[in-house]
Structure formats: C-alpha cells, structure tokens
Nanobody
Framework: QVQLVESGGGLVQAGGSLRLSCSAS????????VAWHRQAPGDSRELVAQ???????EYSDAVRGRFAISRNSARNRYYLQMNNLKPEDTGVYYC?????????WGQGTQVTVYS
C-alpha cells in the first residue's frame, strides 16, 4: 500500500493561488489513480480533480478552468494548482490514491479563502 502526505494549504485572499502537493511513498507503482477531494464544514467530501495512469484527467464543474492536477512521477508527487480562488473553495483538501486492492487517504490540508 501507500502512504500519502499533503502540504501547501494556507490562508489566501480571493483571486489568489495556492499549490497543494501530495507526496506518496510505499508501493507507489501500484497506484492506478490519484484524486483530490475537499470537504467544507458541514458538507460531505467531494471530488475536485482526478488523474488516472492512462492519462485521463477530470475536474468537477466547480473548479474546471481554475484548478489543474499534475504528476511528477519521478518524485512520486501529485499537485493541485489552484488559481482564482474563491471563498467557496474553502475546506480541507485530501489526497486519495487508489489501486485494485486499496483506497488510501492523506490527513488533509486546510485551505481558507477570504474575501
């Protein structure tokens, strides 16, 4: 299995940018997809962006055109570049890695956007 550690969250003014990083360790060659999810207070966790090993990328309607997911395979890191942030983007962002036999989550990183 893998272990995931997120970083890069913080406090930013609306219109600003942040880049989240997810560092994977362990059996990283088994990963078939990595996704970023977020959870706002009182809300359920929602998918933000997903990167599959076949190259397929998808985004939620709420972030398409503003966020970009990418991978640095040499460093086993996955990134979420977030531009033109809005207050409704506030929440805890989680990295998620999936394989045929596991579904792992990181501990999350807080993103707070103020107007």
């Amino acid at each position: 299995q893998v272990q995931l550690v997120e970083s890069g969250g913080g406090l930013v003014q609306a219109g600003g940018s942040l880049r989240l990083s997810c560092s994977a360790s362990g059996s990283t060659s088994s990963i078939s997809a990595v996704a970023w999810h977020r959870q706002a207070p009182g809300d359920s966790r929602e998918l933000v962006a997903q990167f599959r090993n076949d190259g397929h990328i998808e985004y939620s309607d709420a972030v398409r055109g503003r966020f970009a997911i990418s991978r640095n395979s040499a460093r086993n890191r996955y990134y979420l570049q977030m531009n033109n942030l809005k207050p409704e983007d506030t929440g805890v962002y989680y990295c998620n890695a999936r394989a045929s036999y596991y579904n792992k989550w990181g501990q999350g990183t807080q993103v707070t956007v103020y107007s």
